[in-house]
């Protein structure tokens, strides 16, 4: 009698799991159905996974597009300046062979016309601070050999009037000084600036030093 009241409550455990489970899905389901939930969810979790990393493959290929096509930009606006730069300086060298060429000359109306001509062009430009070694520096350093070769030029034909006419010779030789001056200032006033400023900053570390006030 108890065996068969045994086999009764087995029969009627695994009736209710199955009613069970029909109507209740994997909340009242056997440790098995449990498993079966489990990897369900992994399934879907790699997926995500795999969905996240091609979006960030996709984002990565864009980015380096990008990078790519910044890159040739940059290195098409070097090689237009590069050739611009060697254009310029083609120019220069033309100018300063014309000038080396140029017979001062001897007539003073001429001579004096050639000075006026210099100094107007000495007068349209600066000479300018130059440092480094990039393209912006090399073209500020063949733009101040090409006015120094003017300078040159109005010095060797002052000279030549100074020969002629000592009241004009004093007139042109306080413009040459002031074009001197003008490239004196032009090329190393960043580093006067400099200096000054160094100076001063050492001045007035010294002055609160003595004085008690740094401490």
Known sequence: MVFIKSIKREVG?????????LFFGDKHSTPHRFITSRNKKKSISEKEKGQILEIERISLESKLKKDLLKTEHELELEKNEYERINQFEGEVDEEINFLYNLKIPVEEIKLIELLDSL?????????????????????????NKLLDAYLTKFE???????RQSTELFSIYKEILKKHKRKRFYGKYKLGFFIVFVFILLATAYMYLYYTGELK
């Open 156 to 162: 060797v034909s002052l000279r030549k009037l100074g």
């Open 119 to 143: 100094d107007f062009k000495l007068k349209s430009s600066s000479w300018k601070n130059a440092i480094g070694d990039d393209s912006e520096e090399r073209g500020k350093i063949l733009h």
């Open 13 to 21: 455990r695994n009736t209710g799991k199955v009613i069970s489970n």
